[in-house]
């Protein structure tokens, strides 16, 4: 499924950035005053994960378009498991929806919106609570054993490319 989710998730960047040109400016201004003038075209995933704004105009992007938005079902082990109060027992098959979860109003201000800005730290307009919200709901890429092992890569692919575009328009 990499090949796809990255091609899903590079195009839904791009639209949103293209959507978005203020960001898209921010990221340019910040790509061109952060980066050290250099002989390659391209700079480096180390030297593009310490710009907080790239990160997260990413974080948004999976949060609001994830790439995989059908359910990923699971089966309850041995025992059961109580999942929101509720008694399940063994053998069940469970799975839930991050396109909604993502989008649930209770969880995220204003959900609809493309808000890159409430995943920076420094932003005093988003409570702490709703970045723990951020790291505790928000699962393009799942959690625990069977999480996507491609997460790693997808975001230095997507940070290259997207770095690339806008320092080149």
Request: charged share 20%; hydrophobic share 40%.
């Amino acid at each position: 499924s990499g090949n796809d989710t990255i091609q899903i998730s590079l195009t839904n960047t791009i639209y949103e950035l293209a959507s978005h040109p203020e960001y898209q400016q921010k990221l340019y201004n910040l790509l061109t005053d952060s980066l050290p003038k250099q002989s390659q075209p391209i700079a480096s995933y180390m030297e593009l994960s310490k710009i907080p704004l790239l990160t997260a105009v990413l974080d948004e992007t999976f949060r609001l378009l994830p790439p995989v938005r059908f359910n990923l079902p699971r089966i309850i082990v041995q025992n059961g498991a109580v999942i929101a109060g509720h008694h399940v027992p063994a053998g069940v098959t469970v799975s839930s929806s991050v396109y909604i979860m993502h989008r649930d109003e209770s969880l995220f201000r204003e959900p609809l919106k493309w808000l890159p800005e409430r995943w920076l730290p420094e932003n005093p307009d988003f409570s702490d609570e709703e970045r723990r919200n951020l790291k505790d709901f928000v699962l393009p890429f799942t959690l625990g054993g069977r999480a996507c092992i491609g997460r790693n890569l997808a975001y230095m692919e997507l940070s290259i490319c997207i770095a690339a575009l806008v320092m080149a328009f």
